[in-house]
């Protein structure tokens, strides 16, 4: 499989050393990627050798199967307007906001396009990836989420519900980032280190969500319940969170964030 990446910014620079990192005995990949400036492509490629640095975006779509556009939303349709795609090409869009109408109203020569949404994590493959597809077909869905799946985890929505899944997931990542630094800030005058808070509140957070991702039965308040002993510490921890406004907090804030 031919991947291009035409942007090498934070986001297409984090895919491409993730594609680059897949071992796969099924399916050999090759990552070829280009940037409308050259500085970053150089220490990309320093970090990551196996990958393809190409001179320009047209020379990096050539023969290109998937062509992950990772450029800024307002520089997409003037990047689409210099692309020349065929029809058997598929076109993943990164930008946030682009919706299916706009990328098929700019582009030329395929009809065939996911939007994807990643967020931050991408850097570390623990990225949650929110893909929709248009015009693809069943078994090109199934490759996509295998593809991102070895960037993180991944899920396939209706273009309808990507701006809810954005903000649970990559907005959701900056909310999650709040309570890690509200509960050093506790730590930290409670007498622990910043360092030590920081790995006590980030590992707690990491079990929160291995627990939940990794058992589909359970839910979190089945987990809350196990660990609030009657009478207990954490109970009155948790109905304190929620005298606060902890709860109607985060709802608004998700809602806040479409
Ligand atoms: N970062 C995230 O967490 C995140 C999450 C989800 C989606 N996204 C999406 O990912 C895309 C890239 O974001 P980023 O975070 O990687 O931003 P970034 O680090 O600032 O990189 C921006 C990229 O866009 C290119 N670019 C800007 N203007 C251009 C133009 N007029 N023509 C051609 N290329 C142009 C830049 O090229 P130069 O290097 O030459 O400036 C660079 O490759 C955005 O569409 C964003 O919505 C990002």
Redesign the pocket.
Known sequence: MKIAII??????SAIAKGLAKIESDKETFNICIA???KG?LEKLKDESPTLSIANSFNEAIEKANLIIL????W?MK??LANLKFTADQTVAS???GITFEQLAEWTTGTERFYRI????AISHQASMNIIASHNTSASDDTKMLELFNHLGTSILLPESKMAAATALA?CGIAFLFKYIQASMQAGVELGLTPTEAKLLASQAAIGAGTILSKDVSTHPSTEIDKVTTPGGITIKGVNELDKQGFTTAIIEAIKKSI
């Open positions: 942007g090498a910014g934070n986001m297409g940037n409308r400036s970053k990772a450029v800024k939303p520089a003037e990047t990164v930008a946030a949404i990643p967020n931050t990559s």
